[in-house]
Nanobody
């Protein structure tokens, strides 16, 4: 049974940092691209970033480039999203997802977590 379980969300002040984790099980984690996708209230889901199965390549949405960093540890089947210099517009539910192939279109992703809430507010 495939599971993706996100953790690390919460309330943070503007300019602060959070680190999200996503623990994977039930599939060959080291063979999959991993993604972070977010959905703000009243908006569609949007691509945040991706990381190659080996960890050797990453990509980011322009809105988070330079502030967010994706990493993974294939030894413990976990992907991370380090979020720095957070802004109120980063407030959203953050999901991790997995797929065998690279795509900026989140509708293609095969496996999804349940999401974790990130709220940036003073």
């Amino acid at each position: 049974q495939v599971q993706l379980v996100e953790s690390g969300g919460g309330l943070v002040q503007p300019g602060g940092s959070l680190r999200l984790s996503c623990a994977a099980s039930g599939f060959t984690f080291s063979s999959y691209w991993m993604y972070w996708v977010r959905q703000a209230p009243g908006k569609e889901r949007e691509f945040v970033g991706s990381i190659h199965s080996s960890g050797g390549a990453t990509a980011y949405a322009d809105s988070v480039k330079g502030r967010f960093t994706i990493s993974r540890d294939n030894a413990v089947n976990t992907v991370y999203l380090q979020m720095n210099s957070l802004k109120p517009e980063d407030t959203a539910v953050y999901y991790c997802a997995a797929d065998r192939f690279m795509s900026y279109s989140h509708s293609n992703y095969n496996y999804w977590g349940q999401g974790t809430q990130v709220t940036v507010s003073s």
